[in-house]
């Protein structure tokens, strides 16, 4: 019989020997590693998912949502006296030149926007509840109308068009 340390083919593992009180050298395994063998992998998956949700509200995140700046451009305004204009706005609400809302495309309705006037800084909120301005107007770089009043909070009437950058509130 060879020795531990001898050299071997490695083709046949040296075998135990009973009389000298020799272990087997070769190692063999079972399979069976009871439930956490098939559930372990399962299981750690399970408890790292729920510590994250549970440590998710406690993180400090900045709110991206109030300080994305999502357009830059001109911004016009239209009045009920405009030709054209409809007596209902794209989401069915009665057209009213005297409220703080806005026509804009690819913003769902109601959503509200802070409008600031890049020229003097002044800023007013306002509701999408309408669509537009006219495409051939946005190939040109507007990209929303507000009311008669909103635009009149943050500039001149009589500029008819300004600078503006939009942000999400």
Same mark, same amino acid.
């Given at each position: 019989?060879?020795?531990?340390?001898?050299? %071997?083919?490695?083709?046949?593992?040296?075998?135990?020997?009973?009389?000298?009180?020799?272990?087997?050298?070769?190692?063999?395994?079972s399979f069976k590693r009871g439930i956490g063998f098939l559930f372990g992998g399962f299981?750690k998956k399970i408890a790292l998912i729920l510590v994250i949700s549970l440590l998710m509200? #406690?993180?400090?995140?900045?709110?991206?949502?109030?300080?994305?700046?999502?357009?830059?451009?001109?911004? %016009?305004?239209? %009045?009920?006296?405009?030709?054209?204009?409809?007596?209902?706005?794209?989401?069915?609400?009665?057209?009213?030149?005297?409220?703080?809302?806005?026509?804009?495309?690819?913003?769902?309705?109601?959503?509200?926007?802070?409008?600031?006037?890049?020229?003097?800084?002044?800023?007013?909120?306002?509701?999408?509840?309408?669509?537009?301005?006219?495409?051939? #107007?946005?190939?040109?770089?507007?990209?929303?109308?507000?009311?008669?009043?909103?635009? %009149?909070?943050?500039?001149?009437?009589?500029?008819?068009?300004?600078?503006?950058?939009?942000?999400?509130?």
């Open positions: 019989m060879k020795e531990w340390g001898a050299k %071997s083919t490695g083709l046949n593992p040296p075998k135990a020997d009973k009389a000298a009180g020799l272990p087997n050298p070769v190692k063999t395994y299981m509200p #406690l993180i400090p995140a900045q709110d991206v949502a109030s300080s994305a700046i999502i357009y830059k451009g001109i911004a %016009s305004w239209y %009045s009920e006296n405009d030709p054209g204009i409809l007596k209902t706005t794209a989401n069915m609400e009665i057209f009213d030149d005297s409220s703080l809302t806005c026509a804009m495309w690819d913003v769902p309705f109601n959503t509200n926007l802070m409008v600031t006037n890049l020229e003097n800084g002044k800023s007013i909120l306002v509701r999408v509840n309408d669509r537009g301005p006219a495409k051939r #107007l946005v190939q040109k770089g507007r990209i929303i109308d507000l009311t008669q009043h909103a635009f %009149s909070q943050i500039a001149d009437l009589t500029q008819g068009l300004i600078k503006v950058k939009i942000e999400i509130i």
